[in-house]
T-cell receptor
Framework: DTGVSQDPRHKITKRGQNVTFRCDPISEHNRLYWYRQTLGQGPEFLTY????????KSRLLSDRFSAERPKGSFSTLEIQRTEQGDSAMYLC??????????????FGQGTRLTVV | AQSVSQHNHHVILSEAASLELGCNYS??????LFWYVQYPGQHLQLLLKYFSGDPLVKGIKGFEAEFIKSKFSFNLRKPSVQWSDTAEYFC???????????FGQGTTLQVKP
């Protein structure tokens, strides 16, 4: 499968624990996005990278959240001291941008986080 | 503020009925427009997109959408739905410089056989 892959697919954690999710984008894609989706809502933008540079972070991304894309390939999203309100589906997407071209974003299947 | 509004939260249709899902957006700059679909248990998939040119765009599975700039709308249509179209549909816009997507709240479509 050469699409966007996310790991794990499901994560159950106790409140206060740290969790880390991984996203592997489509290999030639230079942009990588993180979104969060709660039940009955559309995905909400969290942050994005162009290559290894994190170019924008949403105000939704509190200081407990950190994202990295160290070599411009895979990315990790870490949530420290999880809270029940962090329970959601975390989606990763990637796209190829630049040189005046626009392309659509391709989404992974998401990581469903449940904080108990 | 940038926003996308989908008019219908839950739509129930019988097979062969026609479908139109409304989408309006508020955005200050030049945008690209998208409809994504999420079938039960699956990831978001692109149905169709508008970047420029002909405002009537055709997507997969017989879907089409029309961009009406003066109305800030991008409504999704299908002349005859099938049971397999049961899914959640999301309208989205992005800024051409960042590619960041702003999604509507989604419309759940249930097609009865």
């Amino acid at each position: 499968d050469t699409g966007v892959s996310q790991d794990p697919r499901h994560k159950i954690t106790k409140r206060g624990q740290n969790v880390t999710f991984r996203c592997d984008p489509i290999s030639e894609h230079n942009r990588l996005y993180w979104y969060r989706q709660t039940l009955g809502q559309g995905p909400e933008f969290l942050t994005y990278f162009q290559n290894e540079a994190q170019l924008e972070k949403s105000r939704l991304l509190s200081d407990r959240f950190s994202a990295e894309r160290p070599k411009g390939s895979f990315s990790t999203l870490e949530i420290q001291r999880t809270e029940q309100g962090d329970s959601a589906m975390y989606l990763c997407a990637s796209s190829l941008e630049g040189q005046g071209r626009n392309t659509e974003a391709f989404f992974g299947q998401g990581t469903r986080l449940t904080v108990v | 503020a940038q926003s996308v509004s989908q008019h219908n939260h839950h739509v129930i249709l019988s097979e062969a009925a026609s479908l139109e899902l409304g989408c309006n957006y508020s955005y200050g700059g030049t945008v690209n427009l998208f409809w994504y679909v999420q079938y039960p248990g699956q990831h978001l998939q692109l149905l169709l997109k508008y970047f420029s040119g002909d405002p009537l765009v055709k997507g997969i599975k017989g879907f089409e959408a029309e961009f009406i700039k003066s109305k800030f709308s991008f409504n999704l249509r299908k002349p005859s739905v099938q049971w397999s179209d049961t899914a959640e549909y999301f309208c989205a816009v992005n800024a051409r410089d960042t590619g960041k997507l702003i999604f509507g709240q989604g419309t759940t479509l249930q097609v009865k056989p």
